[in-house]
């Protein structure tokens, strides 16, 4: 699994392919509060029910708040097989609005 920090998130969204997922493992009230725009939100320890979804994407960028929950997402997908997952280990939500980009609500 492959780990990234949020800045490098955000330098990736701007030239993220078609078939690429920004899951937010946070809570649906912190997503609600505030979240990157396209981003899909199933709170971390949902995760391995949405499993074989995320199979079809070529990307899952896992992210949450400062990295903890998005780095036991990640272990809980890479164990379900998946080897598409990109963890946004180093920073989260917090660093992002820290940097004033663009969130949606």
Do not use: F
Not at 14 to 24: E, F, H, P, T, V
Not at 31 to 55: C, F, M, R, W
Not at 84 to 93: A, E, K
Request: glycine share 12%; net charge negative; proline share 2%.
């Amino acid at each position: 699994m492959k780990i990234i920090s949020i800045d490098d998130l955000h330098d990736e969204i701007q030239k993220k392919g078609g078939n690429s997922l920004i899951l937010d493992v946070r809570s649906a009230e912190e997503y609600s509060a505030g979240h990157i725009e396209g981003s899909q939100n199933t709170p971390h320890e949902e995760v391995s029910g949405i499993a074989e979804d995320l199979k079809g994407y070529d990307k899952v960028y896992v992210h949450c708040k400062m990295g903890g929950r998005a780095k036991m997402a990640s272990e809980t997908l890479t164990n379900a097989g998946l080897d598409n997952i990109i963890c946004v280990g180093n920073g989260g939500m917090e660093r992002w609005m820290e940097m004033s980009w663009p969130v949606q609500k």
